[in-house]
């Protein structure tokens, strides 16, 4: 098609600028792989804002995956016993259309539930919102999102009455202190991580806090890392907070004009006294000085914060807990300040836009909201009380729902539930379940595919034109350059196609994603995040363009909150009192260790991508289990040899790795292999689904376990050399 363009990196949410190349534009021929298939070169954008021409392993590598185990073409089977047969679209999707008018007629709208993701572009987000929630009348829409970043979410609306991300990446090279709690950046989101090493080089005055019960590459860096206990992050960020009020090192000025509900807080953090937290923390009083001492001499303090912080039964807690540091010392709303959560997917920012969660509708409005679903049902041009007030089922509702028999059709999308969600045992016999669950996705087989009746070939980066937001609120365009293999569609298309059918013509008359995108951006008029001026037809012009970006232009800025006025009725910012409650699943006698899960650097989620790239599997071939060397002679165990790991709620083996890197009595193995990767070491076998109250975000980061060797024939590991024949026959 094109021999250079312009896109977006679709793994993490950091969002950096790519040049895809072919070869042949620089007369070096046309090569191809063993398979034939034309090899692009990859760079970094030099000329993209977040990213600076930068690019990790992931990025530099992503071409090589778009060719091995795609799903060219729809498939379907009566049962799950049976084994797929190719089938044309319209039999696929007749299929669909009539489970769903019978569902409607029968058990009702509420029994349809579709499961998307971060990797949707913003148009295949915006297009399922108004199939599921506008035209199907069930707000039984939810994303992988809400098992990645639904707390930060909840603690900015709660906090400052809005979602967004109140910074921007250029605050790494303006801060006197990066906070950084719950979060390997190094490793996660490793473009971000080395601009900030970049400033910290130049700025030897500039200090790192990190804080994390593992030893990572990011924590290496940091001036100070305070390996607290998993589950004790309240107790760190209060304890931190009594020490700077009694220091008197806050902002009144800011608590008084800008803020409210400052005195209910300062009631609990009065609790919080630095010998208590430091020996609930695990670190010392010193360590914990020494961190309010960075926070109290810095002018701009920048916190960072991902999965440590989200993934916990009071992830909004500790979100917002983090939100009160920044407010009590004003420390937001300038260069070099705020509270920055970093987002995990490609396009988690686009769905929230879009509306991409259970409870939400597009441009940052709520389903609870009677005015916010009256303005969309008139966008919408459907009659008033279509959408419904209820928020819909959440993914682990969505799972007990298959258990209980009220969902009749799971529509799952460009995500692999099958490996990602907790208590995986119980997600698994939940899906066995399912009276129709369809699987549309780039890639097969997966984990989930094998839980499917239909497979629906989808056209992922590169085949199909649409937008991304990154975690500073960057909108990048990314354009088709290649063909989808096979009968593939944009996903946008499917979700369209299926609405026509269903009867909603004139809803789903978009001749291509521009016009999807430029209906979608009318959504945000007026709103926070205000879209409006922004359009495919821009993003080509002029590059990515950061938001609110109203159409007039007025209202454009790098940083949200710079006249320290927030969306709430008084303008005010809320202070959360918030006590520690701890883990949902402490450690006890009978399971005495603390399992925690993480990402590693290179790898991708379930390894749908990265698992076929050489350059990446080779780092880490197999999930490794590190353990302190004083439990390791507890337990008696020898580096390399076999664990088995046990929770209440199933068992994975995992080869041990003695280190020190980890805090004595806390675990660590990575959570990307699942059934086809490896046998018997899915960390989510362990997970339990103990979510946040308010975010619904399940607790993915801690269960408690047993650690028993085994013998090495007790568990086995795919060698990557074998991978191939399995997946033939997976
Ligand atoms: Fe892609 Fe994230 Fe790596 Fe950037 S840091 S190249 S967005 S995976």
């Avoid at 990446?616 to 590190?626: D, G, S, V």
């Amino acid at each position: 098609m094109v021999d250079s363009v312009k896109t977006l990196c679709p793994y993490c949410g950091v969002g950096c600028g790519l040049e895809v190349s072919s070869p042949r534009f620089s007369g070096t021929g046309n090569p191809t792989d063993e398979q034939g298939n034309p090899i692009w070169k990859v760079t970094g954008d030099r000329a993209h804002p977040s990213s600076q021409g930068m690019v990790c392993i992931k990025g530099a590598t992503i071409t090589e995956s778009l060719y091995k185990n795609r799903l060219e073409y729809p498939m379907m089977r009566d049962s799950l016993e049976e084994p797929f047969r190719r089938c044309s679209w319209d039999q696929a999707l007749t299929r669909i259309v009539d489970h769903i008018k019978l569902l409607r007629s029968t058990q009702g709208a509420d029994a349809i539930c579709m499961y998307g993701s971060g990797q949707f572009q913003t148009e295949d987000y915006y297009i399922a919102q108004k199939l599921l929630k506008g035209c199907l009348g069930t707000n039984n829409f939810d994303a992988n999102s809400r098992l990645c970043m639904s707390s930060a979410v909840s603690a900015y609306i709660k906090s400052f009455g809005s979602d967004g991300p109140p910074c921007c990446y250029e605050d790494l090279e303006h801060t006197d202190c990066a906070f950084l709690i719950g979060t390997n950046t190094a490793e996660c989101h490793p473009i971000v991580f080395n601009r900030l090493q970049k400033y910290l080089r130049k700025n030897r005055k500039a200090r790192l806090i990190v804080v994390d019960p593992r030893t990572t590459k990011t924590a290496e860096a940091a001036h100070l890392h305070l390996a607290i206990k998993p589950g004790t992050d309240i107790d760190l960020l209060n304890g931190i907070a009594h020490i700077l009020l009694e220091w008197g090192e806050i902002n009144t000025f800011f608590i008084d004009e800008c803020t409210k509900g400052f005195y209910e807080y300062a009631e609990v953090i009065r609790h919080y006294p630095p010998e208590l937290v430091a020996a609930k923390c695990g670190i010392s009083v010193p360590q914990l000085k020494k961190a309010a001492r960075y926070w109290a001499k810095a002018n701009r303090v920048l916190s960072l914060w991902s999965m440590g912080i989200n993934q916990s039964s009071e992830g909004t807690a500790k979100a917002r807990t983090l939100i009160n540091l920044h407010l009590m010392t004003g420390n937001i709303g300038k260069p070099g300040a705020g509270p920055f959560s970093l987002t995990g997917q490609p396009n988690a920012m686009g769905g929230r836009e879009a509306g991409g969660l259970s409870h939400l509708l597009p441009g940052y409005r709520s389903v609870l909201n009677a005015e916010h679903r009256r303005d969309v049902e008139q966008f919408w041009k459907l009659e008033p009380g279509r959408i419904s007030p209820t928020p819909g089922r959440d993914a682990w509702r969505m799972i007990t729902g298959l258990e209980t028999g009220d969902v009749g059709l799971l529509w799952i999308a460009a995500t692999n539930p099958a490996v990602s969600m907790p208590d995986l045992s119980r997600t698994k016999a939940a899906l066995l379940k399912s009276p129709l669950t369809v699987y549309q996705d780039a890639y097969y087989p997966t984990e989930t595919s094998a839980y499917a009746h239909i497979l629906l070939p989808a056209a992922q980066w590169s085949e199909k034109t649409g937008t991304m937001t990154n975690s500073e609120r960057v909108v990048t365009l990314c354009p088709q350059f290649r063909l989808p293999p096979g009968e593939a569609k944009a996903d946008w298309q499917i979700f369209a196609e299926v609405g026509k059918r269903l009867g909603f013509t004139s809803q789903f008359n978009f001749k291509d994603s521009a016009e999807v995108y430029a209906e979608f951006v009318q959504l945000t008029r007026d709103r926070f995040c205000d879209l409006t001026g922004i359009s495919h037809q821009a993003l080509l012009r002029s590059g990515p363009i950061q938001w609110p970006c109203p159409q007039d232009h007025s209202r454009e800025s790098k940083r949200l909150y710079t006249d320290f006025r927030f969306p709430t009725p008084d303008g005010r910012a809320q202070f959360a009192a918030y006590h520690s409650k701890g883990l949902a699943e402490p450690p006890d006698p009978e399971y005495p260790f603390i399992l925690t899960v993480g990402r590693l650097y290179g790898h991708w989620h379930t390894q749908t991508r990265t698992g076929h790239i050489p350059k990446i599997t080779k780092m880490y071939p197999y999930p490794r289990l590190e353990i302190h060397p004083q439990d390791a002679a507890r337990i008696n165990i020898a580096d390399g040899e076999w664990l088995e790991v046990r929770s209440r709620r199933g068992k994975a083996c995992f080869l041990t790795q003695i280190t020190r890197a980890i805090t004595p009595g806390t675990v660590f193995v990575p959570m990307h292999w699942g059934a086809l990767w490896a046998q018997h070491a899915e960390a989510n076998l362990l997970t339990h689904s103990e979510a946040c109250p308010i975010s619904l975000e399940p607790e993915l980061k801690a269960c408690a376990v047993q650690l028993i060797p085994v013998l090495a024939s007790s568990a086995t590991l795919i060698d990557v050399s074998e991978l191939n024949s399995k997946l033939a026959n997976f």
